[in-house]
Nanobody, 116 residues
Framework: QVQLVESGGGLVQAGGSLRLSCAAS????????MGWYRQAPGKQRESVAQ???????NYADPVKGRFTIFRDNAKNTVALQMNSLKPEDTAVYYC??????????WGQGTQVTVSS
């Protein structure tokens, strides 16, 4: 059974940093495409960053140069380092994984609030 558990959200001032972590069980983060999405109030869920089996990562334009996605293979986690945070980054952040059969798994989400 696959489970994704996010942590690391919170309240931070604009310009600050946070690191989100997604702990995976039931799958190996090295062999599955992993990603972070976010959903702000009244808006659709949007992609933030993905990391693929090859290690290639891509980012949504609004976060390029500020966010970094990376794997910690020893802990079987995927992290999102967020720097230079802006109020518009405020959202619930979700981890996802694409399993072997292309089934998409989601975590429960973690709130990030950036104050101006």
């Amino acid at each position: 059974q696959v489970q994704l558990v996010e942590s690391g959200g919170g309240l931070v001032q604009a310009g600050g940093s946070l690191r989100l972590s997604c702990a995976a069980s039931g799958l190996d983060v090295r062999y599955n495409a992993m990603g972070w999405y976010r959903q702000a109030p009244g808006k659709q869920r949007e992609s933030v960053a993905q990391i693929f089996r090859s290690g290639f990562a891509n980012y949504a334009d609004p976060v390029k140069g500020r966010f970094t996605i990376f794997r910690d293979n020893a802990k079987n986690t995927v992290a999102l380092q967020m720097n230079s945070l802006k109020p518009e980054d405020t959202a619930v952040y979700y981890c996802n994984a694409v399993g072997a059969t292309d089934y998409v798994y989601w975590g429960q989400g973690t709130q990030v609030t950036v104050s101006s």
